[in-house]
């Protein structure tokens, strides 16, 4: 599941940290889609994932932990997704929001959804970059 | 249990698939009643911290109906037709939900024996053959914990204060505990082809998984699980209940009848 800026997309290092964003998913600081598709797509797609802020905590969705894998076949992307609890009160914002994001790029035809709970999503699953987002937020995080 | 994994409902017999329909409906109406039971002390608590628990513990009752419920498709079942137009005498609920708990001490209690005994039965799904539960109900169980930990926190607090306190958790106890335990550990065919088939543990390792979980609690206030009968009169093998079936208004609320108009799936 390896990831990250190797595709030419902008990184959004820090940016989407700051609690800039009043918008879902903090769609008003996503990138403009790409001119031309990317190479590496699998890469790309998790650059993207990247972007997508999680309504409630203003970190992104891989760094909450959430993502558990994607896969991407021609033009059809395939994200399974977990949440932070069963009765999570933003689950459809938090799929609109992959949805949307990933359907701005001309490359992506259509976005499927698995929802998982294995293994079960717990403070762990949170990134050091996350961490020390939510640290720079007042937001201490144990385990 | 026995060893392998069913991927699916369809691949079990239909005597076994039955049973496990029985299963699944008596887990999501259990979480959906309990949640509507937690649901009526978000005010009216012992303190603030105490209601937004309730509350909390509410929302996470709907979350795992909300997986359980879904987990019906497997049977050819529509959920949203289960979750929102059985009459009351279709639910499976434990029938000590079928009516609002009067006081604290009964939330305690039934947070503690209620409760206590879905999660029991959801321990005991987690650990079978059959992959839906395997990969769903462990985060449910995670989420449980809290329950437990303020359930058990609460019973402590109650066993150790007033007389009268000890006297009303003692008989919210001993109301709950006989048709709870039927509910829990059936002594039913249904529930013997689960555990045949390794889709559950035996119904006498439920109950012991139960009383090792509960039974240190309960006995603050001397209450021997270990003696305790299950009250079966009148069992409804077709849904693993007594007679009967919650109150009206909870029907309504859990169905959403106030507001059918607006549905949206």
């Not at chain 1, 990138?31 to 203003?58: F, G, T």
């Not at chain 2, 509910?183 to 689960?194: E, F, G, K, R, Y």
Request: hydrophobic letters at 40%; charged letters at 25%; glycine letters at 8%.
């Amino acid at each position: 599941m390896a990831h990250g800026g190797m595709t030419g997309l902008p990184v959004m290092k820090g940016v989407a940290y700051l609690p800039a964003s009043q918008v879902s998913g903090g769609r008003d600081m996503w990138s403009e889609p790409l001119a031309v598709p990317p190479e590496d797509r699998q890469s790309a797609v998790w650059d993207l994932l990247h972007e997508v802020l999680d309504p409630e905590i203003p970190i992104s969705l891989v760094d909450l932990g959430l993502i558990y894998d994607l896969g991407l076949v021609d033009r059809h992307v395939k994200v399974r997704l977990t949440f932070t609890a069963t009765a999570c009160p933003c689950m459809a914002f938090i799929r609109e929001d992959i949805e949307d994001r990933l359907l701005r790029e001309s490359w992506i035809d259509r976005v499927e959804i698995e929802e998982v709970w294995d293994p079960p999503w717990t403070n762990d699953r949170i990134s050091e970059r996350g961490r020390e987002a939510l640290r720079r937020l007042g937001v201490g995080v144990s385990g | 249990m026995s060893g392998g994994t069913v991927e699916t409902a369809a691949d079990l017999p239909p005597e076994a698939r039955e049973a496990l329909r029985r299963l699944v409906i008596a887990l999501a109406d259990a979480k959906r009643l309990m949640g509507i039971r937690y649901s009526d002390w978000l005010l009216g608590a012992p303190s603030i911290e105490t209601g937004i628990a309730a509350s909390s513990m509410a929302q996470d009752e709907w979350g795992h109906a909300r997986l359980l419920y879904a987990m019906l498709k497997a049977f050819d079942m529509d959920p949203v037709q289960v979750e929102h137009e059985r009459p009351s005498d279709e639910y499976c609920s434990p029938d000590a939900l079928d009516r609002p708990f009067e006081d604290w001490a009964e939330v305690v209690a039934g947070c503690v024996v209620i409760d206590g005994a879905i999660s029991a039965c959801l321990r005991s799904f987690a650990g079978g053959s059959y992959e839906p539960a395997r990969s769903r109900v462990p985060k449910m169980l995670a989420e449980e914990e809290f329950h437990w930990d303020m359930a058990a926190a609460w019973y402590h607090r109650l066993a150790n204060a007033s007389e009268e306190a000890r006297t009303l958790l003692r008989d919210a106890t001993l109301e709950m505990l006989p048709s709870t335990l039927a509910w829990m550990a059936p002594d039913d065919s249904a529930a013997n082809v689960l555990s045949d088939a390794g889709l559950t543990d035996s119904p006498g390792a439920i109950r012991s998984s139960f009383e090792a979980v509960v039974g240190p609690v309960l006995a603050e206030l001397e209450v021997d699980l270990s003696t305790a009968e299950a009250r079966s009169e009148g069992w409804d093998a077709s849904r693993g209940r007594g007679p009967g079936g919650p109150d009206d208004d909870a029907i309504e609320r859990a169905r959403g009848d106030r507001n059918r108009m607006l549905f949206v799936e």
